[in-house]
């Protein structure tokens, strides 16, 4: 049962940060690691667009973080994990689930060797002493029964010999030894997502089953969180991105709004240095296959969400006959186009606005009234008025707001059917021209403090070394332009929540990835990509489109709302996702559960 109103956590008088987790679990300090060193640098991913969050990977390219809706897509899994921990799923062991002819089974062993055990020595020769380091497992500083380490890859693995990266990895050890299968490489979204917090909360993401037979292992990628942090983003840029008008209405303004982003992009590439240009997904995901190595595993199982995808098929496609059994929750596909990512955010959006919609005009104190045609124009012209006068708050330094803070803030609560009640009051405030509810909720998502200071764990500090290397620079296509300003002008309420669609990597100093726009992982073993049917951050059509790039990819979907999938209250998704990951039996591709 839906609960009827909002999380504590989504109001303006509850504490910022990790409002979210209860108080039995603190959030892990800087130096989750366990106390392991950190490195220097700086950070941050380009714009709003980007990964699913802001930067762009599950969400479109041109977006800046400026565009609230940017910023949002690849944490999503960082939030629902959140969301879980306090109100975990109520079927906490997966029901059998008998699957239709079709199914398919990995090829054997189903047992994977321990750490340590003899792996083929096939990597290259300059790359030994990462591949052959030894891990120092030692307990978590705040639980014992899980380990934490530190590991060193290249910067810039051309030069394997120069500076290093110092990655913070924990793990929660598999509760039943006697049934290990092997390790299970996790990834919570982002870019910019904790692996090392996610796994310290694995017991709430996954099911007791999948606990007892893997080592659940997260690291914070290179630059990120406790592995030799990148910050090139002050605060003062990050409340630039959100304070910008969005939604130009002139030749005047958009200049301004080029030359703001524009301006945050030179000065994180400024910060951030050399180590900021080595923050791509495919050196990640050769991070992993170093990690894989010293994990003592021949193939690499591999958990991702939401960004997390965006890295697994990297991966696979990097390393396809080291793949073992992944997962890919919530995904996007790296060989997406600017007009398919558009035509996808547009579904996306609007099945999840449409599904609160229908919950909304269904009760009495609904805050856009009983009528569901007129619904969306009411928030379509709530925007258009905070474009113009803003909404008032409680916050010091942000005593009035704009479509920025209020369009990121609504669509972060379209992750998760729990948050529709924060929306509903949250807009009832805002019609009244106050954002306090609305503001709460957005603040919470980035963790920024009622000071102004934002915390250095913030995936925003992730989002434009990591936007700006995995996709390519935008063109001036005319043709693309002409698309764009037709499907704005087709979907009023998509435009203003997306914003200026634009490349704000216009000022990044080195290119983008190049898209393969070819068939991803031949030769790898099946991979599984499973999706809500309506999520607004990564939607089904991405996730459609992936599993369909992978050469071996099997299609599971689900016939839920928000973002997040596997563990989430789905039974039969999260059987399915369980017996492949235990046995090794996928689901038939195109099944729905």
């Given amino acids: 049962m839906l609960n009827e109103d909002p999380r504590p956590d989504d109001l303006p008088d509850a504490p910022s940060g990790y409002a979210a987790l209860p108080p039995s679990y603190p959030a892990p300090s800087a130096g989750a690691g366990g106390g392991a060193p950190v490195g220097s640098g700086g950070s941050g991913v380009s714009g709003v667009s980007g990964l699913s969050g802001p930067g762009r990977p599950g969400r479109s390219p041109l977006r800046p973080v400026l565009a609230a809706v940017a910023v949002v897509a690849v944490v999503a899994v960082v939030v629902l994990a959140a969301w879980r921990i306090g109100n975990p799923p109520s079927v906490a062991v997966p029901r059998p689930t008998v699957f239709p002819s079709g199914s398919v089974t990995p090829s054997p062993p189903s047992v994977q060797p321990s750490p340590g055990a003899a792996l083929s020595r096939d990597y290259p020769a300059a790359l030994a002493p990462f591949y052959t380091q030894q891990l120092d497992w030692s307990p978590c500083a705040d639980n014992a029964k899980h380990r934490c380490t530190t590991m060193e890859v290249p910067v810039d693995y051309a030069k394997p010999t120069g500076d290093r990266f110092t990655l913070a990895l924990r793990k929660a050890p598999a509760t039943k030894p006697s049934e290990r299968i092997g390790s299970l490489v996790i990834n919570p979204g982002g870019p910019g997502g904790s692996g090392v917090e996610y796994a310290q909360y694995s017991s709430f993401v996954f099911s007791p089953a999948v606990r007892e037979a893997y080592d659940v292992v997260g690291f914070d990628p290179r630059g990120i969180g406790a592995s030799s942090p990148v910050r090139c983003l002050a605060d003062s840029d990050m409340d630039e991105l959100f ?3 969005p939604t130009p209405d002139s030749a005047a303004e958009r200049s301004t709004l080029l030359a703001d982003v524009d301006g945050v992009t030179k000065r994180c590439a400024a910060r951030g240095g050399d180590r900021a240009m080595h923050m791509s997904t495919t050196e990640v995901a ?10 003592g595993d021949e193939k690499l199982n591999f958990f991702g969400g939401s960004y997390g995808t965006f890295l697994g098929a990297v991966y696979a496609d990097t390393f396809p006959k080291k793949v073992g059994r992944m997962v890919l929750d919530s995904a996007m596909s790296p060989n997406q186009t600017e007009q398919q990512e558009m035509t996808y955010d547009i579904q996306g959006f609007e099945s999840s606005i449409d599904a609160f919609i229908d919950w909304c005009v269904a009760r009495p104190d609904c805050a856009l009234g009983s009528d569901k045609a007129g619904a969306r124009q009411k928030i379509v012209d709530l925007l258009d008025n905070v474009e113009k006068n803003g909404l008032t708050t409680n916050k010091p330094g942000l005593t009035r707001i704009g479509e920025g803070w209020v369009g990121f803030s609504i669509f972060m609560c379209l992750y998760s059917d729990q948050s529709w009640p924060t929306l509903n009051k949250g807009l009832a405030q805002a019609f009244t021209g106050k954002g ?25 500090q992730a989002m434009i070394p990591v936007r700006c290397a995995d996709w390519p620079r935008s063109t001036a296509d005319p043709s693309l332009a002409a698309e764009q300003k037709k499907a704005k002008a087709a979907h009023p309420l998509w435009a203003r929540m997306t914003g200026e669609l634009y490349d704000n990597c216009r000022t990044w100093p080195t290119a983008g990835r190049t898209p393969k726009g070819t068939t991803l992982a031949v030769g790898a073993d099946p991979i599984l990509v499973i999706g809500n049917e309506r999520d607004p951050a990564t939607p089904i059509g991405g996730t459609k489109q992936l599993a369909k790039d992978l050469a071996s990819g099997i299609l599971l979907t689900s016939d839920h709302d928000g973002h997040g999938t596997y563990y989430a209250g789905n039974p039969c998704v999260d059987s399915a996702v369980d017996g492949y990951l235990l046995r090794g039996t996928a689901p038939a591709d195109g099944t729905t559960c």
């Fill in 436 to 460: 306090d509810i609305l503001l709460a909720k957005g603040m919470s998502v980035v963790e920024r403090g009622i000071t102004g200071d934002y915390a250095p764990s913030t995936y925003l």
């Fill in 243 to 245: 304070s910008a008008d």
């Fill in 286 to 295: 050769r991070d992993m296959d170093v990690m894989r190595v010293l994990l």
